[in-house]
Protein backbone atom coordinates (compact mmCIF):
# COMPACT_ATOMS: atom_id res chain seq x y z
CA UNK A 1 0.00 0.00 0.00
CA UNK A 2 1.39 3.50 -0.69
CA UNK A 3 2.34 5.66 2.14
CA UNK A 4 1.85 9.23 2.94
CA UNK A 5 5.15 11.59 1.97
CA UNK A 6 5.64 12.67 5.45
CA UNK A 7 5.98 9.05 6.10
CA UNK A 8 8.17 8.29 3.03
CA UNK A 9 10.32 11.48 3.92
CA UNK A 10 10.55 10.39 8.01
CA UNK A 11 11.85 6.79 6.14
CA UNK A 12 14.46 8.21 4.28
CA UNK A 13 15.57 10.40 7.03
CA UNK A 14 15.51 7.57 9.90
CA UNK A 15 17.59 5.37 7.29
CA UNK A 16 20.64 7.96 6.95
CA UNK A 17 20.88 9.07 10.50
CA UNK A 18 18.96 6.63 12.54
CA UNK A 19 20.87 3.79 13.84
CA UNK A 20 18.14 1.77 15.60
CA UNK A 21 18.69 -0.50 18.47
CA UNK A 22 18.85 -4.73 17.94
CA UNK A 23 18.42 -4.05 14.33
CA UNK A 24 19.74 -4.64 10.42
CA UNK A 25 19.06 -1.20 9.38
CA UNK A 26 19.65 -2.47 5.84
CA UNK A 27 16.54 -4.81 6.16
CA UNK A 28 14.66 -1.83 7.75
CA UNK A 29 14.75 0.52 4.71
CA UNK A 30 13.89 -2.38 2.22
CA UNK A 31 10.61 -2.13 3.90
CA UNK A 32 10.40 1.30 5.58
CA UNK A 33 9.99 1.46 9.28
CA UNK A 34 6.65 1.63 11.00
CA UNK A 35 6.64 5.35 12.53
CA UNK A 36 4.67 5.06 16.28
CA UNK A 37 3.38 8.72 16.26
CA UNK A 38 0.63 8.84 19.06
CA UNK A 39 -0.43 6.84 22.34
CA UNK A 40 -3.37 6.87 24.27
CA UNK A 41 -4.95 3.98 26.84
CA UNK A 42 -3.70 0.59 25.19
CA UNK A 43 -3.11 2.27 21.78
CA UNK A 44 -0.73 3.12 19.41
CA UNK A 45 -1.03 5.12 15.77
CA UNK A 46 1.72 4.87 13.29
CA UNK A 47 2.29 7.79 11.20
CA UNK A 48 -0.41 6.26 7.94
CA UNK A 49 -3.05 6.65 11.30
CA UNK A 50 -3.63 2.51 11.92
CA UNK A 51 -4.35 2.49 15.11
CA UNK A 52 -2.55 -0.60 16.90
CA UNK A 53 -3.26 -2.31 20.10
CA UNK A 54 -0.08 -2.15 21.39
CA UNK A 55 -0.16 -5.55 23.37
CA UNK A 56 3.21 -5.43 24.36
CA UNK A 57 3.25 -2.15 26.49
CA UNK A 58 5.78 -0.58 24.59
CA UNK A 59 8.51 -3.02 25.37
CA UNK A 60 6.68 -4.63 28.42
CA UNK A 61 6.76 -1.48 29.93
CA UNK A 62 4.12 1.02 29.24
CA UNK A 63 1.87 -0.98 31.98
CA UNK A 64 -0.21 1.70 33.28
CA UNK A 65 -1.42 2.44 29.21
CA UNK A 66 -0.56 6.01 27.23
CA UNK A 67 -1.75 9.47 28.19
CA UNK A 68 -2.01 8.81 32.17
CA UNK A 69 -2.25 11.99 33.19
CA UNK A 70 -0.96 11.83 36.97
CA UNK A 71 2.07 10.37 35.81
CA UNK A 72 2.53 13.09 32.93
CA UNK A 73 1.47 15.75 35.75
CA UNK A 74 4.16 14.69 38.13
CA UNK A 75 6.59 14.62 35.07
CA UNK A 76 5.47 18.53 34.18
CA UNK A 77 5.52 19.51 37.78
CA UNK A 78 9.08 18.35 38.40
CA UNK A 79 10.32 19.55 35.43
CA UNK A 80 8.65 23.19 36.93
CA UNK A 81 10.11 22.80 40.09
CA UNK A 82 13.75 21.51 39.67
CA UNK A 83 14.48 19.88 36.50
CA UNK A 84 17.49 18.16 37.69
CA UNK A 85 20.07 17.90 40.70
CA UNK A 86 22.57 14.74 41.15
CA UNK A 87 22.97 13.15 44.30
CA UNK A 88 26.38 12.98 44.87
CA UNK A 89 28.37 14.68 47.16
CA UNK A 90 26.51 14.69 50.00
CA UNK A 91 23.22 16.03 48.15
CA UNK A 92 20.02 14.06 47.69
CA UNK A 93 16.40 15.54 45.92
CA UNK A 94 12.67 15.38 47.24
CA UNK A 95 11.25 13.13 44.67
CA UNK A 96 14.49 10.55 44.97
CA UNK A 97 13.90 10.38 48.47
CA UNK A 98 10.11 10.12 48.60
CA UNK A 99 10.59 6.90 45.58
CA UNK A 100 13.33 4.79 47.95
CA UNK A 101 11.11 5.15 50.90
CA UNK A 102 8.08 4.37 48.28
CA UNK A 103 9.60 1.24 46.95
CA UNK A 104 10.38 0.27 50.15
CA UNK A 105 6.83 0.34 51.30
CA UNK A 106 5.91 -2.24 48.20
CA UNK A 107 9.05 -4.46 47.74
CA UNK A 108 9.34 -7.98 50.36
CA UNK A 109 10.18 -7.45 53.86
CA UNK A 110 13.37 -6.89 54.65
CA UNK A 111 14.49 -4.83 51.47
CA UNK A 112 14.73 -1.19 52.61
CA UNK A 113 17.23 0.20 50.01
CA UNK A 114 17.14 1.15 46.48
CA UNK A 115 20.34 2.66 44.12
CA UNK A 116 18.81 4.24 41.36
CA UNK A 117 20.32 3.67 37.24
CA UNK A 118 18.84 4.96 33.86
CA UNK A 119 17.46 1.59 32.64
CA UNK A 120 17.83 -2.46 33.61
CA UNK A 121 21.03 -2.72 32.06
CA UNK A 122 22.84 -0.24 34.25
CA UNK A 123 20.91 -1.70 36.96
CA UNK A 124 22.48 -5.75 36.44
CA UNK A 125 26.02 -3.66 36.07
CA UNK A 126 25.25 -2.50 39.08
CA UNK A 127 24.23 -5.26 40.85
CA UNK A 128 27.82 -6.93 39.37
CA UNK A 129 29.54 -4.27 41.23
CA UNK A 130 27.63 -4.53 44.15
CA UNK A 131 27.57 -8.28 44.80
CA UNK A 132 31.68 -8.06 44.34
CA UNK A 133 31.94 -5.24 46.58
CA UNK A 134 29.90 -6.68 49.51
CA UNK A 135 32.11 -10.34 49.68
CA UNK A 136 35.00 -8.07 49.57
CA UNK A 137 33.82 -5.89 52.58
CA UNK A 138 32.67 -9.39 54.26
CA UNK A 139 36.40 -10.37 53.64
CA UNK A 140 35.73 -13.14 51.17
CA UNK A 141 37.38 -11.81 48.10
CA UNK A 142 37.25 -14.89 46.10
CA UNK A 143 33.95 -14.87 45.62
CA UNK A 144 33.51 -12.82 42.17
CA UNK A 145 31.68 -15.42 39.78
CA UNK A 146 28.32 -14.94 38.54
CA UNK A 147 25.84 -17.49 37.42
CA UNK A 148 23.27 -16.62 34.82
CA UNK A 149 21.34 -18.90 32.49
CA UNK A 150 21.41 -19.60 28.98
CA UNK A 151 18.64 -17.99 26.94
CA UNK A 152 18.46 -15.20 30.11
CA UNK A 153 18.08 -11.55 29.18
CA UNK A 154 19.62 -8.94 31.22
CA UNK A 155 20.27 -6.26 29.01
CA UNK A 156 22.57 -5.06 26.34
CA UNK A 157 25.74 -3.05 28.06
CA UNK A 158 28.93 -5.16 28.83
CA UNK A 159 27.53 -6.33 32.17
CA UNK A 160 23.89 -6.84 30.95
CA UNK A 161 25.01 -8.60 28.02
CA UNK A 162 27.28 -10.65 29.53
CA UNK A 163 25.01 -12.11 31.75
CA UNK A 164 22.62 -12.30 29.23
CA UNK A 165 22.32 -16.25 27.94
CA UNK A 166 21.84 -14.89 23.99
CA UNK A 167 24.68 -16.62 21.93
CA UNK A 168 24.17 -13.59 19.24
CA UNK A 169 24.89 -11.17 21.70
CA UNK A 170 27.95 -12.64 22.64
CA UNK A 171 29.38 -13.22 19.21
CA UNK A 172 29.63 -9.37 19.17
CA UNK A 173 32.45 -7.49 21.11
CA UNK A 174 33.96 -10.72 22.98
CA UNK A 175 31.10 -11.51 25.50
CA UNK A 176 30.82 -13.19 28.19
CA UNK A 177 33.45 -10.85 30.51
CA UNK A 178 35.56 -12.71 32.66
CA UNK A 179 33.57 -13.72 35.55
CA UNK A 180 30.01 -14.63 34.49
CA UNK A 181 29.06 -18.25 33.94
CA UNK A 182 25.45 -19.80 32.40
CA UNK A 183 23.64 -22.85 33.54
CA UNK A 184 21.05 -24.22 31.11
CA UNK A 185 17.27 -22.91 31.49
CA UNK A 186 14.58 -24.35 32.73
CA UNK A 187 12.38 -24.78 29.41
CA UNK A 188 11.41 -28.45 29.24
CA UNK A 189 9.97 -27.93 25.63
CA UNK A 190 13.55 -27.47 24.89
CA UNK A 191 15.01 -29.27 27.82
CA UNK A 192 13.19 -31.68 29.41
CA UNK A 193 13.64 -35.86 28.91
CA UNK A 194 10.99 -37.37 27.42
CA UNK A 195 8.06 -38.45 29.74
CA UNK A 196 9.98 -36.05 32.69
CA UNK A 197 7.29 -34.84 35.02
CA UNK A 198 7.29 -31.12 35.45
CA UNK A 199 7.94 -31.91 39.05
CA UNK A 200 11.30 -33.86 38.24
CA UNK A 201 12.56 -31.31 35.35
CA UNK A 202 11.99 -28.75 37.93
CA UNK A 203 14.41 -30.36 40.35
CA UNK A 204 16.80 -31.07 38.04
CA UNK A 205 17.01 -28.44 36.34
CA UNK A 206 17.82 -26.42 39.33
CA UNK A 207 20.36 -28.76 40.38
CA UNK A 208 22.48 -27.89 36.77
CA UNK A 209 22.95 -25.00 39.62
CA UNK A 210 24.30 -26.89 42.31
CA UNK A 211 26.42 -28.97 39.70
CA UNK A 212 27.90 -25.61 38.33
CA UNK A 213 28.59 -24.31 42.01
CA UNK A 214 30.84 -27.52 42.84
CA UNK A 215 32.37 -27.48 39.38
CA UNK A 216 33.60 -23.39 39.83
CA UNK A 217 33.87 -24.35 43.52
CA UNK A 218 31.30 -22.04 46.17
CA UNK A 219 33.77 -20.11 47.77
CA UNK A 220 34.55 -18.21 44.01
CA UNK A 221 30.69 -17.72 43.68
CA UNK A 222 29.32 -14.45 44.17
CA UNK A 223 25.90 -14.28 42.66
CA UNK A 224 23.37 -16.49 41.07
CA UNK A 225 20.46 -14.04 38.71
CA UNK A 226 17.66 -14.76 37.07
CA UNK A 227 14.39 -13.13 35.19
CA UNK A 228 11.66 -15.26 37.77
CA UNK A 229 10.10 -15.43 34.43
CA UNK A 230 12.48 -15.47 31.14
CA UNK A 231 10.79 -12.51 28.96
CA UNK A 232 12.99 -11.57 25.84
CA UNK A 233 13.55 -15.43 25.79
CA UNK A 234 10.43 -16.16 24.49
CA UNK A 235 8.07 -15.93 28.14
CA UNK A 236 9.47 -18.90 29.59
CA UNK A 237 7.56 -20.23 32.52
CA UNK A 238 9.52 -21.87 34.65
CA UNK A 239 8.44 -25.42 36.20
CA UNK A 240 6.79 -25.20 39.44
CA UNK A 241 8.99 -25.71 42.28
CA UNK A 242 11.99 -25.11 40.20
CA UNK A 243 12.46 -21.50 41.99
CA UNK A 244 12.50 -23.35 45.52
CA UNK A 245 15.15 -25.25 44.64
CA UNK A 246 17.39 -22.34 43.54
CA UNK A 247 16.67 -20.70 46.75
CA UNK A 248 17.96 -23.34 48.74
CA UNK A 249 20.88 -24.25 46.91
CA UNK A 250 21.97 -20.41 46.70
CA UNK A 251 21.60 -20.81 50.85
CA UNK A 252 23.49 -24.06 51.20
CA UNK A 253 26.79 -22.17 49.14
CA UNK A 254 26.22 -19.21 50.54
CA UNK A 255 25.61 -17.49 47.21
CA UNK A 256 23.42 -14.10 47.18
CA UNK A 257 20.62 -14.86 44.97
CA UNK A 258 18.90 -11.84 42.60
CA UNK A 259 15.76 -11.84 41.01
CA UNK A 260 15.60 -9.50 37.77
CA UNK A 261 12.40 -8.33 38.19
CA UNK A 262 12.79 -5.77 34.92
CA UNK A 263 10.04 -7.05 33.34
CA UNK A 264 8.02 -9.23 36.26
CA UNK A 265 7.91 -5.76 38.59
CA UNK A 266 5.61 -3.59 39.67
CA UNK A 267 2.68 -5.62 38.92
CA UNK A 268 2.32 -7.73 35.62
CA UNK A 269 2.59 -11.13 37.35
CA UNK A 270 -0.56 -9.37 39.77
CA UNK A 271 1.82 -9.05 42.78
CA UNK A 272 4.40 -5.94 43.21
CA UNK A 273 7.13 -8.34 42.50
CA UNK A 274 7.14 -11.79 41.02
CA UNK A 275 8.90 -13.01 44.04
CA UNK A 276 5.98 -12.93 45.93
CA UNK A 277 3.36 -14.49 43.43
CA UNK A 278 2.99 -18.14 44.65
CA UNK A 279 4.88 -19.93 41.52
CA UNK A 280 7.82 -18.31 42.41
CA UNK A 281 7.60 -17.86 45.94
CA UNK A 282 11.34 -16.70 46.55
CA UNK A 283 12.88 -14.54 48.95
CA UNK A 284 16.13 -12.59 46.87
CA UNK A 285 18.87 -10.59 48.07
CA UNK A 286 18.68 -7.97 45.41
CA UNK A 287 15.79 -7.15 43.25
CA UNK A 288 16.31 -5.32 39.58
CA UNK A 289 13.91 -2.89 38.59
CA UNK A 290 13.18 -0.86 35.61
CA UNK A 291 10.48 -0.43 32.72
CA UNK A 292 6.91 -0.58 35.19
CA UNK A 293 8.65 1.37 37.91
CA UNK A 294 7.91 4.58 36.13
CA UNK A 295 5.52 3.16 33.15
CA UNK A 296 8.30 3.54 30.68
CA UNK A 297 7.17 7.00 30.85
CA UNK A 298 10.66 8.51 31.64
CA UNK A 299 13.85 6.52 31.89
CA UNK A 300 14.58 4.76 35.40
CA UNK A 301 16.00 1.64 37.05
CA UNK A 302 17.64 0.26 39.96
CA UNK A 303 18.57 -2.44 42.66
CA UNK A 304 16.29 -3.26 45.48
CA UNK A 305 18.74 -4.43 48.06
CA UNK A 306 18.08 -6.64 50.96
CA UNK A 307 19.05 -5.37 54.71
CA UNK A 308 21.57 -8.40 54.36
CA UNK A 309 23.41 -6.74 51.93
CA UNK A 310 22.70 -3.33 52.16
CA UNK A 311 23.90 -3.12 55.71
CA UNK A 312 27.07 -4.10 55.14
CA UNK A 313 27.50 -1.63 52.27
CA UNK A 314 26.38 1.17 54.04
CA UNK A 315 27.89 0.22 57.49
CA UNK A 316 31.12 -1.46 56.78
CA UNK A 317 31.45 -0.46 53.27
CA UNK A 318 32.70 3.27 53.31
CA UNK A 319 32.76 4.58 49.90
CA UNK A 320 30.87 2.91 46.82
CA UNK A 321 32.64 4.53 44.11
CA UNK A 322 29.91 3.58 41.28
CA UNK A 323 27.05 6.08 39.80
CA UNK A 324 25.03 8.14 37.66
CA UNK A 325 24.63 11.16 36.65
CA UNK A 326 21.25 10.88 36.68
CA UNK A 327 21.13 8.32 39.32
CA UNK A 328 17.72 9.34 41.04
CA UNK A 329 16.90 11.62 38.55
CA UNK A 330 14.17 13.65 40.27
CA UNK A 331 11.68 14.23 36.96
CA UNK A 332 11.83 10.15 36.39
CA UNK A 333 11.38 9.82 40.21
CA UNK A 334 8.69 11.78 40.44
CA UNK A 335 7.08 10.06 38.10
CA UNK A 336 7.85 6.33 39.97
CA UNK A 337 6.25 8.38 42.77
CA UNK A 338 2.94 8.86 40.71
CA UNK A 339 3.13 5.09 39.18
CA UNK A 340 3.43 3.71 42.55
CA UNK A 341 0.28 5.79 43.64
CA UNK A 342 -1.84 5.51 41.05
CA UNK A 343 -1.47 1.21 41.33
CA UNK A 344 -2.09 1.88 45.29
CA UNK A 345 -5.04 4.01 45.07
CA UNK A 346 -6.75 1.83 41.69
CA UNK A 347 -6.18 -0.77 43.81
CA UNK A 348 -4.98 -2.58 40.32
CA UNK A 349 -3.58 -5.41 41.62
CA UNK A 350 -6.33 -7.01 43.25
CA UNK A 351 -8.94 -5.74 40.27
CA UNK A 352 -5.64 -7.86 38.28
CA UNK A 353 -6.04 -10.69 40.02
CA UNK A 354 -9.66 -11.15 40.35
CA UNK A 355 -11.00 -9.80 37.20
CA UNK A 356 -8.41 -9.50 34.43
CA UNK A 357 -5.76 -12.18 35.01
CA UNK A 358 -7.95 -15.27 34.90
CA UNK A 359 -9.85 -14.00 32.31
CA UNK A 360 -7.16 -13.53 30.18
CA UNK A 361 -5.43 -16.89 31.26
CA UNK A 362 -8.77 -19.07 30.15
CA UNK A 363 -9.15 -16.65 26.95
CA UNK A 364 -5.20 -17.17 26.26
CA UNK A 365 -5.32 -20.94 26.34
CA UNK A 366 -7.95 -21.25 23.72
CA UNK A 367 -5.36 -20.32 20.98
CA UNK A 368 -4.34 -23.40 21.88
CA UNK A 369 -7.26 -25.09 19.76
CA UNK A 370 -5.44 -23.11 16.72
CA UNK A 371 -4.20 -25.71 14.60
CA UNK A 372 -0.38 -23.85 14.28
CA UNK A 373 -0.31 -23.72 17.74
CA UNK A 374 0.76 -25.26 21.18
CA UNK A 375 1.92 -24.57 24.55
CA UNK A 376 -0.13 -21.31 24.78
CA UNK A 377 0.42 -20.28 28.78
CA UNK A 378 0.35 -16.98 30.84
CA UNK A 379 1.09 -16.37 33.79
CA UNK A 380 0.12 -12.82 35.12
CA UNK A 381 -0.08 -10.82 32.25
CA UNK A 382 2.64 -12.36 30.21
CA UNK A 383 2.51 -14.87 27.66
CA UNK A 384 3.66 -16.85 25.11
CA UNK A 385 2.70 -19.61 22.40
CA UNK A 386 4.40 -22.04 20.21
CA UNK A 387 3.91 -21.97 16.51
CA UNK A 388 4.52 -25.67 15.22
CA UNK A 389 4.60 -26.75 11.22
CA UNK A 390 2.89 -30.24 12.77
CA UNK A 391 1.45 -29.62 16.03
CA UNK A 392 1.04 -33.18 16.78
CA UNK A 393 4.35 -34.28 15.99
CA UNK A 394 5.55 -30.99 17.82
CA UNK A 395 7.74 -30.08 14.92
CA UNK A 396 9.00 -26.59 14.15
CA UNK A 397 8.97 -24.23 11.59
CA UNK A 398 12.88 -24.03 9.77
CA UNK A 399 14.58 -20.91 11.09
CA UNK A 400 15.18 -19.53 7.73
CA UNK A 401 11.60 -19.27 7.44
CA UNK A 402 11.20 -16.60 9.69
CA UNK A 403 7.27 -17.48 10.66
CA UNK A 404 7.81 -15.51 13.78
CA UNK A 405 8.47 -12.38 11.73
CA UNK A 406 5.82 -12.98 9.16
CA UNK A 407 3.60 -13.39 12.31
CA UNK A 408 4.36 -10.21 13.89
CA UNK A 409 3.70 -8.55 10.58
CA UNK A 410 0.20 -10.13 9.99
CA UNK A 411 -0.58 -8.67 13.73
CA UNK A 412 0.75 -5.53 13.23
CA UNK A 413 -1.41 -5.40 9.76
CA UNK A 414 -4.55 -6.44 12.30
CA UNK A 415 -4.13 -3.89 14.64
CA UNK A 416 -2.09 -5.93 17.66
CA UNK A 417 1.11 -6.05 18.66
CA UNK A 418 2.62 -9.39 19.17
CA UNK A 419 6.15 -10.05 19.50
CA UNK A 420 8.03 -13.01 17.35
CA UNK A 421 11.30 -14.75 19.21
CA UNK A 422 12.35 -17.67 17.42
CA UNK A 423 9.25 -20.75 17.29
CA UNK A 424 7.40 -18.15 20.09
CA UNK A 425 5.13 -15.42 19.94
CA UNK A 426 4.91 -13.33 22.83
CA UNK A 427 2.62 -10.82 25.12
CA UNK A 428 2.59 -8.30 27.89
CA UNK A 429 -0.52 -6.52 27.63
CA UNK A 430 -0.72 -2.92 29.46
CA UNK A 431 -1.72 -3.80 33.34
CA UNK A 432 -5.12 -0.84 32.59
CA UNK A 433 -7.23 -3.45 30.17
CA UNK A 434 -10.28 -4.06 30.54
CA UNK A 435 -12.12 -7.90 29.67
CA UNK A 436 -12.98 -6.34 26.63
CA UNK A 437 -9.84 -5.22 25.15
CA UNK A 438 -8.65 -8.75 26.39
CA UNK A 439 -11.64 -10.29 24.01
CA UNK A 440 -10.13 -8.05 21.44
CA UNK A 441 -6.57 -9.04 21.14
CA UNK A 442 -7.48 -12.54 21.39
CA UNK A 443 -9.46 -12.23 18.14
CA UNK A 444 -7.05 -10.05 16.16
CA UNK A 445 -4.42 -12.44 17.62
CA UNK A 446 -6.65 -15.86 15.86
CA UNK A 447 -7.29 -13.47 12.41
CA UNK A 448 -3.55 -13.03 12.53
CA UNK A 449 -2.83 -16.64 13.43
CA UNK A 450 -5.83 -17.80 10.59
CA UNK A 451 -4.09 -15.27 7.80
CA UNK A 452 -0.79 -17.20 8.47
CA UNK A 453 -1.45 -20.39 8.15
CA UNK A 454 -3.61 -19.58 5.02
CA UNK A 455 -0.30 -18.03 4.11
CA UNK A 456 1.83 -20.99 4.25
CA UNK A 457 -0.76 -23.45 3.41
CA UNK A 458 -0.70 -21.45 -0.32
CA UNK A 459 3.23 -21.91 0.11
CA UNK A 460 2.55 -25.81 1.07
CA UNK A 461 4.54 -25.38 4.02
CA UNK A 462 1.67 -26.87 5.98
C1 LIG B 1 14.75 -8.94 32.56
C2 LIG B 1 15.43 -7.76 31.94
N1 LIG B 1 16.53 -7.26 32.53
C3 LIG B 1 17.17 -6.20 32.01
C4 LIG B 1 16.72 -5.58 30.87
C5 LIG B 1 17.47 -4.42 30.32
O1 LIG B 1 16.76 -3.25 30.55
P1 LIG B 1 17.08 -1.94 29.67
O2 LIG B 1 16.67 -2.23 28.27
O3 LIG B 1 16.25 -0.89 30.36
O4 LIG B 1 18.52 -1.66 29.80
C6 LIG B 1 15.57 -6.06 30.24
C7 LIG B 1 15.06 -5.41 29.02
O5 LIG B 1 14.19 -5.91 28.34
C8 LIG B 1 14.91 -7.18 30.79
O6 LIG B 1 13.84 -7.70 30.20
Redesign the pocket.
Known amino acids: MPVSNQTQQLRVDDFNHYLHPFSDMLSINNKGARIIVKGDGCYIWDSENNKIFDAMSG??CVNLGYGQKSLIDAATEQLNTLAFYNSFFQTANTPAIELSKAIASVAPDGFNRVFFTN??????DTMIRMVRRYWDIKGQSSKKIIISRWN??????MG?ASLSGMKYMHEQGDLPIPGIVHIAQPYQLENGLPNETETDFALRAANWLEEKILELGAQNVAAFVG?PVQ??GGVIIPPSGYWLRIQEICKKYDILLVA?????GFGRLGYWFASQHPHININPDLI?I??GLTSGYI?M?GVIVHDKVSEVLVHQGGDFNHGFTYSGHPVAANVGVATIKYIKEQKLLQHLQQNIIPYFATKFAQLNNHPLVGDAQSIGLVAGLVLYQDKQQKKHFAKDLHVDNICREFCFNNGVVMRGVGNRMIIAPPLVMNQTQVDEIISKIVLSLDNLFDSLKVKGIV
Not at 119 to 124: I, L, M, P, T, V
Not at 152 to 157: I, K, L, M, N, P
Not at 260 to 264: G, M
Open positions: LWSGSEANAYHGSTGEGADEVICIAKPG
